[in-house]
């Protein structure tokens, strides 16, 4: 009686994943579908319409919508004048966007340069010599050497002074001298 209850749960179990499976890749199937293509850009009537889509240009000289031309990088004027295109949106013309991108990238490089100019003027600056504030260390540290010198001569004449006062020299003309193996 149990080989027959695991032998039904086996196959039942066996079924419900052939049919998770099943299931599994039909709906994997249906959402691989391919979009359909995107109207062409002559089907668009409006600046509105026209400029959302990146292969498109609109053209206020003649009201219509363009494939933009990518073998060139600007539209020659046989397509439409700058001052007239708008690519991206219609409240900006295609000639005061390319000026303004140029603008910024050049702002940009120049910022990049003057930056890069400082940093190794400011690294060659540092490198060339000493600073101000190791300048101004030196002379003061020699400043206190030359007057710890000057107090070192100083203490040594006085104890000189202090040793001949009381015969304790080691001069041969003092008076008052150790006579030695004589």
Known sequence: MMNILTTERRSTAAGF???VLCVSFVSQAACQTTPPPPPPCSAHTSCDTCVPHASCLWCFTNNNCTEYPVPWLLPPASVCKLSEARWGMCWLNLEALII???V???VFLISITVCC???CCCCKRRQSG???DDERYERRREEIRQRADERKIDRKVRHDEI???YG???DSDHPYSRFENE
Do not use: F, N, S
């Open 104 to 106: 910024i990238g050049g």
């Open 130 to 132: 000493p600073d101000r």
């Open 117 to 119: 100019c400082c940093c």
């Open 163 to 165: 040793r001949r006062k």
């Open 168 to 170: 304790l020299m080691g």
């Open 100 to 102: 303004t991108l140029a």
């Open 17 to 19: 994943a052939a049919a």
